[in-house]
């Protein structure tokens, strides 16, 4: 989402069109809500939509935290990635200087089609 915290996911799923889509998947980082508990009302907003929208039997919006942290879950779409330190997997095999490097990459949050490919 570029930044923005959970109010980012709440006004991308309210304003993006529902057409032509089988579902959405909405993948958020847990761990924020432990760094910034003001985030925490604006998760439970998130999810009572998400939660009204499924209610209404259209398109299903799945929503998936990942925890401990985003950067496991996107080690995980690399077939070589073999349970090592995701923080170190990251900076060794990709060639990023800090985890915040790797979170700015504009196809981060597709990582299945970016991991597995060399930079």
């Keep these: 989402m570029g930044g ?57 919006i799945f929503l998936i935290l990942d925890n401990p942290d985003f950067e496991f879950i996107a080690c995980l779409h690399d077939p ?7 923080e170190l997997y990251i900076k060794k095999k990709y060639g990023y200087s800090s985890l915040e490097q790797f979170k700015k990459e504009k196809n981060i949050m597709g990582a299945g089609t970016f991991l597995g490919r060399r930079r």
């Design 80 to 86: 070589e990635y073999k349970n090592q330190n995701p």
């Design 4 to 60: 923005g915290g959970y109010s980012s996911f709440l006004h991308s799923v309210k304003t993006e069109s529902m057409t032509n889509c089988l579902a959405k998947f909405i993948i958020i980082d847990a761990d924020r809500m432990k760094k910034h508990p003001g985030e925490i009302p604006k998760f439970k907003e998130l999810f009572e939509y998400c939660k009204i929208q499924n209610q209404k039997k259209s398109v299903p």
